[in-house]
């Protein structure tokens, strides 16, 4: 009755050739650990919440479960590392096997849905984001150190090759390849602000040449156009990462996604830089059908229930459109009277109102905290899984979806199925 025994019988039945194909089979080189105890060790750690892999090499000699997990054999933490590294892409496809299987014992129930967002932290330190200028500076000092060190050796060896440059010069994945992205990024963020600053110019002079007048709105201060914020900043750690806002505190990290089903099983996991959720509701709904279709569960989504953070107007109407009912508050439950009425009014606005209006609708939308809360407090709490041990967009996503999976493996593992 153990999850480390269930968890091993679950592997057995995982399609795992992605993985064992990525290995030579030639005979040549030292013999790799076997794939699926790599797969059934990386699942169970995660399970338990244990994520770094010297804890997890500790463990694999000192704990009962693991060392049953690895057959008694003991990775080292480099070797597990680099495992779910080379395997991170793998590892998230495992998701829509896991869910399958979900779905095979009655588990997957989609005809209410309730999606959120949290706020996990990346594998940085806020202290770690620099200002455009810092940035600047700083790359301009390595190259200037660069160019220092590459006289010197000329001096010194002539033609010869002599000595590398200093691994932070030479490494492409060091602190100067990142402040360089940084400031690539940076930079592109500022043009696309000045293009459209010069495009809003222009169609405010096609509009006075064309009507005589000027356009409605407050007219465009002068000067060069749009200046970078001062405080505009990027992760040197992480770029990818972004600062957020989570529960009155500042987070780098990133926003995680889920789209969770009856039963809390989680449909869809996906993971974002944008701190708010309010044009995510089409992306989870569209990937949450894909993996529907993907596992071959005929079951159709009929209302997705969301916190007023994702209130999108066209992607309400856009979602309408597919036959399923969306429900999100109209007003700030938190403040008496109408909230912001630009955004929150029109069609869609009214009839969620008269929805949410009705005991019923009440009711209905009740069901979004017990739905999607507990999966995130389950993940952050129980798991203490509240950062991402990997850095990068890709590497997050991957991440995320993984832990997902043994999410709904452990729902699998303690299902009892209802007896009429």
């Known amino acids: 009755g153990h999850l480390a025994w269930y968890l091993l019988d679950v592997v057995e039945r995982l399609d795992l050739d ?35 892999s010297r804890r997890i090499e500790r463990r694999c000699q000192e704990d009962v479960a693991f060392r049953v997990i690895a057959a008694n054999r003991a990775p080292d933490h480099c070797t597990i590392s680099r495992f779910r590294r080379r395997h991170a892409e793998r590892l998230a496809e495992l998701f829509v096997q ?34 455009y200028a810092k940035i600047r500076r700083e790359v301009e000092r390595m190259l200037a150190e660069a160019d220092a060190v590459d006289a010197a050796e000329d001096e010194r060896f002539g033609e010869a090759r002599g000595d590398e440059l200093p691994a932070e010069l030479a490494d492409p994945v060091t602190r100067r390849a990142r402040l360089e992205r940084a400031k690539r990024e940076l930079e592109a963020e500022q043009a696309a602000l000045v293009a459209e600053h010069e495009a809003m110019l222009a169609r405010r002079a096609e509009q006075r040449e064309r009507t005589g007048r000027n356009p409605p709105g407050r007219p465009p201060g002068d000067g060069p156009g749009p200046q970078p914020p001062a405080d505009a900043k990027r992760n040197i750690t992480d770029p990818d990462s972004r600062i957020m806002h989570a529960r009155g505190a500042l987070v780098q990290g990133y926003n995680a996604q889920a789209l969770v089903g009856e039963g809390r099983v989680i449909i869809a996991a996906d993971v974002t830089t944008s701190p708010n959720d309010s044009n995510q509701l089409v992306p989870m709904l569209d990937a949450a059908r894909e993996n529907l279709d993907s596992i071959g569960h005929d079951g159709k989504i009929a209302c997705v229930l969301a916190d007023g953070g994702y209130w999108n107007h066209d992607d309400i109407a856009s979602v309408g459109q597919t036959n399923t009912t969306v429900v999100i508050p109209t007003g700030d439950p938190h403040h008496k009277g109408p909230r912001r009425q630009g955004p929150r009014q029109g069609p869609e606005a009214d009839r969620i109102g008269k929805l949410l209006a009705s005991a019923a609708g009440k009711r209905l939308y009740r069901r979004r905290a017990e739905l999607v809360e507990p999966v995130f407090a389950h993940t952050k709490h129980t798991r203490a899984i509240t950062r991402f041990s990997r850095r990068g967009h890709q590497a997050a996503r991957a991440e995320w979806r993984l832990i997902a999976a043994t999410h709904n493996l452990l729902k699998l593992f303690r299902y009892q199925p209802q007896r009429a």
């Open 98 to 131: 896991v869910l399958a299987m979900c779905a095979k014992a009655g588990m997957v129930r989609v005809g209410t849905v309730a999606v959120d967002g949290t706020k996990l932290g990346a594998n940085a330190g806020l202290s770690a984001n620099r200002t």
């Open 18 to 52: 992605g993985f064992y194909g990525a290995y030579r089979a030639d005979g040549s080189g030292r013999p790799a650990h076997d794939p699926a105890m790599m797969v059934a060790l990386l699942l169970y750690a995660y399970c338990v919440g244990e994520r770094s």
